[in-house]
């Protein structure tokens, strides 16, 4: 067995660790949600914590970890009760990895044996492995949203179950549930957001004499694992014996009026939804308390539950960077800070004091101020700064867009953007099973099995089924694609600002594609050469980013912005071959760039119509003239247009149809 990294020689990382340690001491904060970049620590502390939990007492021989004390009526291995012998383990911790099946999580059931023997034969799967401990997912953000959903329910419900076909299995799984992400690959769906208690930032240490501790016990640990963790043992040992300590004081640490009133006026000043806010920092304050070595809870409690509890919980916009604006936190609580002195004295007094002050960093809230144009190279008004260098913009609020789709059905990952051939959805037919079975269609599998009853020797009211006559349900959901925006930043784009509704429609469908769970990349073109400003990517937050940092402004070499996005597809389908293409073109439709600009473009857009690529061109064309040039752009693709207007209206579900029709 591998010798887990020493969570005490973790390098900095405070919040991180403290974050961990408040969840060992009350399980019932809810589990932590770790966001940073790669190579932090994240997945080392979460590891090295689970050696320092206290073991757990389970009922001997029960697969399911049953509690002796309070073993789980509906438990498939019992019943307990009385409970017999048992035995103390350490806590475990289970990982889920990113392409675990659903019946790896939840179990499965034996479908033959169940339906020719009414013989619920299950094998657990990793929620009930993680009953009683804790429950780790790295990369949390990429989990598939079937998985997604079954956390969902056994952590709502404290309980898994497992369906097939009428016949089913429950017990109990309740689990600190731990997660790391790097946001640069996606974000995570907001109904899973909120079940983690907790959520810290972490990021490299900048500091130089840090970083050099990091690589020094690094190197150490390598070089031997177990001298390593020997040096660190009384460390160790301390840590754990305070954390047992915190949990034995946890029941006597009383939460006064006061604080709770301070609670209440924080979530309610940061705009969160539900009352799940209010009861997570009312357990993390009690935890920090516990922690200190206190019975009482104090303001200082009430102030890092909020940092830990409320940043992932606050109103906010799918595209702006989590976190506490600390200066209203300080004044939230300071404003509170008295009020049950004078409206509820009680017997016992208030529970707690003033806010603490913090140093002044809350998160600056900068904008970016607009430019007057200038004559660019196509004649038309540019962004200042005659290089072309960036031209920032306001963008305009985002809006709803109706749903474009790639015609035809995929295999692509699930998402909800295209239909797609997946392992949810609706059933659409049976086939036999390739490997394990996992999706039972009863009907087709007695129709298999029927003709074969009597030469089969039936005598019984049980249904003799063999291997063969299984069949697998096949099921249509949707998938999510590859949305590549190609965007012209030329000089004509930048004229009369229309650049900045270009960003707010482009912003816009990005906005969708979040919601849709679909990959994104950006192709811009300008000048003289078209540039991926973003290669396909999870992380919608990043175009996001590219799209407001955009340069504008030279002339229009539109061939190249498509030959550059067909280059893109061609790789990508190498790496994804199942995740099929949309290709969204913002343009006005004008070619300048080079010589024959026009027929070049033509030339390079057919490419995409021979390909098959499923394209929108958003025609950005304005004023009293229009040429339509985006319309015949649109028709050698073998796409359609739709103007910027058009975008919010009704008519894009004609436009859906138009795309599917053309590429029947």
């Keep these: 067995m591998t010798t887990p990294f020493p969570f005490t020689a973790v390098v900095g990382q405070d919040d991180l660790r403290l974050a961990l340690l408040l969840n060992a001491v009350s399980p019932a904060v809810g589990g932590v949600l770790v966001r940073g970049e790669k190579g932090t620590a994240k997945s080392t502390a979460v590891r090295a914590l689970s050696v320092l939990l206290p073991t757990v007492d389970v009922v001997a021989g029960c ?115 731990v997660g790391t992400m790097n946001p640069e690959e996606g974000e995570l769906r907001p109904q899973l957001l909120d079940r983690f208690g907790l959520t810290v930032e972490v990021a490299a240490s900048r500091e130089p004499d840090q970083r050099v501790e990091v690589v020094r016990r690094r190197l150490a640990y390598d070089d031997d694992p177990a001298g390593f963790a020997t040096r660190w043992a009384g460390e160790e040992a301390a840590v754990r014996q305070r954390i047992v300590a915190a949990r034995a004081l946890l029941p006597s640490v009383r939460l006064g009026d006061g604080a709770l009133r301070q609670i209440a006026a924080t979530c309610a000043a940061f705009e969160v939804d539900g009352m799940r806010a209010d009861i997570v920092m009312a357990r993390t304050a009690t935890a920090l308390a516990a922690w200190a070595g206190r019975t009482e809870v104090l303001a200082e409690d009430v102030r890092q539950a909020a940092l830990l509890a409320l940043p992932h919980r606050r109103r906010r916009n799918p595209f702006d960077a989590p976190g506490l604006d600390e200066d209203k936190l300080d004044q939230t609580l300071e404003e509170f800070s008295g009020e ?207 799209l407001e940092a955009l340069p504008t402004g030279g002339r229009t070499p539109l061939a190249a912005g498509l030959l550059k996005a067909h280059d893109v597809l061609r790789v990508e389908r190498l790496r994804d071959p199942a995740r099929r293409a949309l290709v969204v073109v913002v343009t006005d439709g004008r070619a300048t760039g080079g010589p024959e600009p026009v027929a070049l473009a033509g030339r390079a857009a057919r490419l995409f119509a021979a390909d098959g690529i499923a394209s929108v061109v958003v025609d950005c064309e304005s004023g009293p003239v229009r040429l339509g040039l985006a319309g015949q752009l649109a028709g050698e693709l073998g796409g359609t247009a739709v103007t910027l207007d058009e975008l919010r209206a009704d008519s894009i579900a004609g436009l859906v149809k138009d795309v599917q029709r053309r590429a029947a």
Excluded: W
């Design 340 to 546: 049950s002195e004078d409206d509820d004295p009680g017997p016992d007094g208030p529970g707690g004091g003033g806010g603490q002050p913090a140093p002044d960093d809350g998160d600056p809230q900068g904008g970016d101020t607009g430019a007057r144009p200038e004559a660019g190279e196509d004649g038309e008004p540019q962004a200042s700064g005659g290089s072309g260098e960036q031209a920032p913009t306001r963008s305009a609020e985002p809006f709803r867009t109706k749903m474009l789709t790639v015609p035809g059905i995929g295999t692509g990952a699930a998402g909800r953007r295209s239909r797609a051939r997946t392992e949810h959805g609706r059933t659409t037919g049976a086939r036999r099973p390739r490997g394990a079975l996992t999706k039972l269609h009863l009907a087709a599998t007695v129709q298999a099995a029927a003709p074969h009853q009597r030469a089969r020797g039936r005598s019984g009211p049980g249904l003799v089924v063999r291997r063969d006559d299984l069949r697998q349900a096949t099921r249509e959901g949707r998938e999510g694609n590859l949305v590549l925006f190609l965007v012209d930043a030329s000089g004509s784009m930048a004229a009369r600002q229309r650049m900045s509704a270009v960003k707010g429609a482009v912003l816009s469908l990005l906005l969708d594609a979040y919601q849709r769970r679909d990959k994104v990349g950006l192709v811009t073109f300008r000048g003289a050469a078209a540039d991926v400003a973003l290669p396909p990517t999870s992380s919608v937050d990043a175009a996001a980013a590219r």
């Design 63 to 177: 697969r399911f970890s049953c509690d002796p004390a309070a073993p789980d009526p509906a438990c498939p291995d019992g019943p307990h009760n009385p409970p017999g012998a048992f035995e103390s383990r350490p806590a475990r911790m289970v990982e889920l990895p990113v392409g675990a099946s659903e019946d790896r999580l939840v179990g499965a059931l034996d479908i033959e044996r169940a339906l020719a023997e009414g013989v619920k034969a299950f094998e657990p799967g990793l929620l009930a492995d993680a009953h009683r401990g804790i429950l780790y997912v790295d990369e949390v953000n990429l989990l598939h949203d079937h998985l997604v959903d079954l956390l969902l329910d056994a952590a709502a419900m404290g309980a898994s179950y497992v369906e097939r076909e009428g016949v089913s299995v429950r017990h109990a799984a309740k689990f600190l549930l």
